[in-house]
């Protein structure tokens, strides 16, 4: 079982930055592809960003590109996303989410396990 916990989230206002990081308790992450994912009020989640085990293969959604960066620091067990020009459009719980797989996947189903999620909501 994969254990992971998201933190960095908060109100920011349009145009802010926030950065968010979610730490693994399972001492084989570097096996793990990762990925961000989030949810807003009333919509399904949708992919945001997705890292290999490696780091070598990165995703991002069109939404964000160029604003969001994901990244990994493995002897930390940590997966970083960093959000740079938010939008209101951005406000949702963002959840990180871990694949025992190095294909790095864009869909919530092949991801097997997930944080509790946080919090980020933009002010326009």
């Known amino acids: 079982q994969v254990r992971l916990v998201e933190s960095g989230g908060g109100l920011v206002q349009a145009g802010g930055s926030l950065r968010l990081s979610c730490v693994a308790s399972?001492?084989?992450?570097?096996?793990?592809?990762m990925g961000w994912f989030r949810q807003a009020p009333g919509k399904e989640r949708e992919f945001v960003a997705a890292i290999s085990w490696g780091g070598d293969t990165i995703y991002y959604a069109d939404s964000v590109k160029g604003r969001f960066t994901i990244s990994r620091d493995n002897a930390k067990k940590t997966l970083y996303l960093q959000m740079n020009s938010l939008k209101p459009e951005d406000t949702a719980v963002y959840y990180c989410a871990a694949d025992y797989s190095i294909v790095v996947y864009r869909t919530t189903t092949s991801y097997d396990y997930w944080g509790q999620g946080t919090q980020v909501t933009v002010s326009s």
């Open positions: 399972e001492r084989t992450f570097e096996s793990f592809a």
